[in-house]
């Protein structure tokens, strides 16, 4: 269920953004979050990806990051500054990974203006507020799920200690 509904956002985007992804035909893109539990294979046929856990047959190209520098991507930090900085590291098909980044430079992708369409502008300014939120703690800590655990843990076992909660009264 999870990947049919990345599969529908992928092919959303990439229509919207008016891409033309034909120069990936038949190729497979092995994509690792190296902190979340996401591991898939996008595979390229007839201008548009597939989403699949596991293609079968070894990738043209395996793209591994971490969730931060995923967030990165939506908020318009650069690919290639990301790639220079290690935060994305891509093994494989050089010709295949370049034209991979190239289309990702071309997508206009504003998330919080493609989520309003569905929940609202509120709802949609608060993830957007959210995400910065992430990012912003966890370029501290080692990974965003070890600040999303830290602060939940902070907030459900010593809840004055939270900033959520400061100056009220328990």
Known sequence: MRLLFLQQVVNYIITSSGLD???????IIRFSLEDLPLDVDFVCKNNRVF??????????????????????????????????????VIKGDVKTAQLLVDLLNKADIDL?????????????????????????????QSSAMAAIKGSLL???????????????HI
């Open 51 to 88: 989403v699949l856990s596991d293609a079968g047959t070894p990738a043209d190209v395996d793209i591994k990051l971490k969730s931060t520098a995923f967030l990165s991507i939506f908020n318009g930090e650069d690919i290639t500054e990301l790639l220079r900085k290690d935060k994305i």
């Open 21 to 27: 992804i034909g120069t990936l035909n038949n190729k």
């Open 154 to 168: 902070k907030l459900f076992v010593a809840p004055s200690k939270s900033k959520r909660y400061k100056n009220q």
């Open 112 to 140: 919080e203006e493609e989520l309003s369409k569905y929940t609202g502008d509120i709802v949609a300014n608060g993830v957007g507020k959210m995400t910065n939120k992430l990012k912003a703690i966890s370029s501290d």
